[in-house]
C-alpha cells in the first residue's frame, strides 16, 4: 500500500430521483443500488466501495430527504441526516435548474448545521444546452459555499473521474477498510431481494407505488454452485394489490420474476432457479414490527 494513501466515508444525498444510486453505481462500475424512476427507491443505507492506487473511498447511499409521511419516511430521514455528521465529504446531487425549489431549500437548511464538507454534483447535464451549465452553478454558488461544483452526467458517464479525484482531495489519510476487491458490504441476501423490488417496481409502473417490500426466504447454492434455489416474498399493502402484482393468470408475477432472474444471474455468476410469493400486510410502513422484519431498524 502506499504511504500516502487516503480513506474515508462519503455521502451521497439529494430529493428523491436525483439519480444518486446511478451515479454511485457508475462510480463502482457495478451496480448494487437499484435505480428507478420512482422516488424513495433507496430505503436503507448502502455501502460501497470504490479502490484505486490512492485510496479507498466507502460510499454511503443514503435514502432521500424529504419532508416524512410515515413512520417508514420518518426512519429514512433520519437515516440520511444522521449520516452527514459521521462523514468525511458530503456529495449532494442536484439537477440542472436555475430554480431553488422547497426539497433543496430544506436541504441547505439541513446542510448549514454540518461542519463537513460539501461536493455538489449537478447531474443529468446531457438533458440541457451546454451554455445554461455555468448559469446552474452560478445559481447554486450563491446559496451555499461549496467545496467544489461539478457537473455530471452519472447516465451517460461524463466527468465521473473529476468526482473521484475531487473527493480524494478533502478526505484525510487511512488505512484500507476493506479488501481491495469489496464493492459492498450488503449481504448477498440484501442485494437480491433489492433486484427483485426494483423489478417488481419498474414491471408495475404506476399501479402499486412503494407499498411493497421484498424478503428472501429461502437462498441456497446447490453441490458444485452451478445452481442457486431462491425463494422470494413481495409484500404489499392491499389484497387489490397482490392481484394486480400477480397479473392475469399470473403474467405480472412471471415478468417480474424473469427480468429479476436475469439481474440476479448476473450478481451471483450461476444459474437461478427463482419462486416468487406475493403476501398483504396491511399498513406495513406504519408497523415497527414489520419495518424491523423487513431491515428498516430505526434504533440503528
Known sequence: ???????????????PNVGKSTLMNR???QKIAITSNKPQTTRNK????????DGQIIFLDTPGIHKAKNKLGEYMVNVAERTLKEVDVVMW?????DYIGAGEQHIIETLKGVKTPVILIINK???????????YIDVYRRVYDFAEIIPVSAIKGSNTDTVIEQIFKYLPYGPCYYDEDTITDQPMKQIVAELIREKSLKCLDEEVPHGIAVYIDKMSFRKGGQIADID???VCERDSHKGIIIGKGGVMLKKIGSAARYEIERLVECKVNLKLWVKVKKEWRDSEFYLKNFGYDGKE
Do not use: H, Y
Open 232 to 234: 422470494a416474498t413481495i
Open 27 to 29: 462510480l463502482i462500475g
Open 1 to 15: 500500500m502506499k504511504e500516502n494513501f487516503k480513506s474515508g466515508f462519503v455521502t451521497l444525498i439529494g430529493r
Open 46 to 53: 448502502i455501502q460501497t466501495v470504490f479502490t484505486n492506487d
Open 125 to 135: 447535464i446531457d438533458t440541457v444546452p451546454k451554455e445554461d451549465v455555468l448559469k
Open 93 to 97: 446531487l442536484v439537477e440542472p435548474t
